[in-house]
């Protein structure tokens, strides 16, 4: 037995070809469709392939060719079309869950969060928000400083990640370290501006009137401990002084006599680049805190939706495709269950599977695989399909190619365009 790949532009007719070889098994192998898996990514597209194998089955059974103990046999299968593995990814994966309650904690109870996901995570967070808002007033009170007048967008990226929940990693995060850090930075930064200051005292008060850096401001910061709204640089750009377009002769002679020369002085040269390296410094690190208090909310957030989940005993997509992962490697007896129930596995649309999907169908397969799509068609990389997975998973398994090239829809000169522009 080994993997094929069906390659199958669209209006190749990729589902006669599917169905066919399904029927091949059934009729020239002593498989049943029980023992076959056909996976696809949409409803439609189960009940579409439901109905062809039916019909095709019904087909057979009007043959007087065919002999009554085959008959017998394809009769039998139609009772399977309902009850067998013919479905999409989650739905079959969310009956293995439901099949072994004991590993997976699912049980017939659980239901599966599908259109109503995005309301029901936004009412999760509104919830969960009023509550850690009361608790911890300090740490809100820094977010919304770099969200300000925005909380639709601070909501919206919550929502976003929760359901991208699968690619995040929980990080180690010390914050004490972090804010020790940012103090020290903030301490340096304000002795060299204090420094500035006396050195160059000669400058003051003309030479407001040429802040490019205005350090009085940056000084006012960081001793009222305002870090957050501290002036975004880019060092390699950055200047303190600069010459403004609009002076009056008595600032354009000040501007020649004070500011101008500094541009060639060493000493203020260095202090000019220690301050705006220091103020960098600082600015990174502050992002680096916001983003890391940002996502350690969003972490506790996502705690609190699947404590709300467990309770209410609701499921959605990706926490079948997860569970389901988790179930098969931490239990190897379940796995194999899995594996020899099937002598075949069907996947329609291959292109877009994602990286979970493809690990879970490499541990239960066994050089058993029928893939059928076309990497030109990939349609869900909004839901985490990659082409990259696509390619990875034919790399590291041993597939043979087939190639359904005849096009039943288009123009020969168009499939030839197309096959062109996208080749």
């Known amino acids: 037995m080994a993997n094929i790949n069906y390659i199958a532009s669209a209006g190749t007719g990729k589902t006669y070809s599917l169905v066919s070889q399904v029927l091949d098994k059934i009729r020239k192998e002593d498989v049943s469709l029980r023992q076959i898996l056909i996976l696809t990514f949409t409803e439609k597209a189960a009940a579409e392939l439901k109905e062809k194998i039916s019909e095709r089955i019904k087909e057979a059974l009007k043959d007087p060719n065919v002999s009554k103990k085959e008959k017998i046999k394809l009769h039998r299968q139609l009772l399977f079309i309902d009850s067998g593995y013919i479905g999409t990814f989650h739905s079959v994966f969310f009956r293995f869950l439901k099949k072994y309650p004991h590993v997976s904690g699912i049980d017939k109870s659980f239901s599966v969060l599908s259109s109503q996901l995005d309301y029901i995570l936004g009412l999760f967070f509104e919830k969960w928000i009023e509550k850690d808002f009361e608790e911890n007033p300090k740490d809100w009170e820094k977010i919304i400083t770099f969200f300000t007048d925005n909380e639709k967008k601070l909501k919206k990226i919550f929502l976003q990640l929760y359901k991208e929940r699968l690619k995040l990693k929980k990080p180690d995060i010390n914050f004490n370290n972090q804010e020790k850090s940012i103090k020290e930075l903030a301490n ?20 407001e009137k040429f802040w490019e850096i205005n350090l009085n401001a940056v000084l006012h910061k960081l001793n009222s401990e305002d870090l957050q709204n501290l002036p975004s640089i880019k060092p390699e750009k950055a200047k303190i002084f600069k010459k403004p377009k609009k002076l ?28 705006i390296n220091t103020l960098y410094k600082l600015k990174i690190r502050l992002l680096d805190y916001n983003a890391n208090l940002l996502l350690n909310k969003i972490w506790q957030f996502i705690s609190f939706v699947e404590n709300i989940k467990k309770e209410e005993k609701i499921i959605d997509f990706d926490d079948i495709l997860e569970k389901t992962l988790e179930m098969i490697k931490s239990k190897p007896s379940i796995k194999e269950q899995i594996k020899n129930s099937f002598k075949y596995i069907f996947i329609d649309e291959f292109q877009d599977t994602d990286n979970i999907q493809t690990q879970i169908i490499k541990e239960i397969s066994n050089n058993n695989i029928y893939l059928f799509g076309d990497p030109k068609q990939c349609i869900y990389t909004w839901r985490n399909a990659d ?10 398994n041993t597939f043979s190619n087939e190639v359904i090239d005849t096009n039943y ?10 096959n062109k522009m996208l080749s």
């Open 188 to 207: 340096q930064l304000k002795g060299l501006i204090d420094e500035f200051f006396n050195k160059y005292s000669y400058l003051f008060p003309q030479a």
């Open 248 to 275: 009056t002769e008595e600032e354009k002679i000040f501007y020649k006599k004070n500011i101008k020369p500094l541009s060639k002085d060493k000493e203020f040269l260095n202090f000019q680049e220690n301050i």
């Open 387 to 396: 082409l990259n997975v696509y390619f990875d998973f034919l790399n590291e």
């Open 409 to 418: 829809r288009s123009e020969p000169e168009l499939v030839e365009f197309f």
